[in-house]
């Protein structure tokens, strides 16, 4: 498994939860990581993307919500989520992506807000 993901779970409307992905050194330093999601009966979106280099981009729908981060000691990406929505409730898979290079899926983590 190149990418293990964890941190899904059941939250209230308004609450948090912070996603982790964790990876191997070599991809974790190269490699555009981020979080796309898929809600039922949806196509999957990108929710979330950061570079090695550390440049963001986030969905429309998540901005001021939910910021993504890379912990290098750990070789691990963050997805945090405050205020969250019932619309967020879906199945959240991080991905990690270089030209050139396999694209890597983690196994999904659901999240499931409730209102």
């Known amino acids: 498994v190149q990418l293990q993901a964890s941190g899904g779970g059941l939250v209230q409307t308004g609450g948090s939860l912070r996603l982790s992905c964790a990876t191997s050194r070599s991809i974790f330093s190269s490699y555009t990581m981020g979080w796309y999601r898929q809600a039922p009966g949806k196509q999957r979106e990108l929710v979330a993307s950061?570079?090695?280099?550390?440049?963001?981009n986030y969905a429309d729908s998540v901005k001021g919500r939910l910021t993504i981060s890379r912990d290098n000691a750990e070789n691990t990406v963050f997805l945090q989520m405050n205020s969250l929505r019932p619309e967020d409730t879906a199945v959240y898979y991080c991905y990690a992506k270089h030209w050139g290079r396999p694209f890597y899926w983690g196994q999904g983590t659901l999240v499931t807000v409730s209102s």
């Open positions: 950061c570079t090695s280099g550390g440049v963001t």
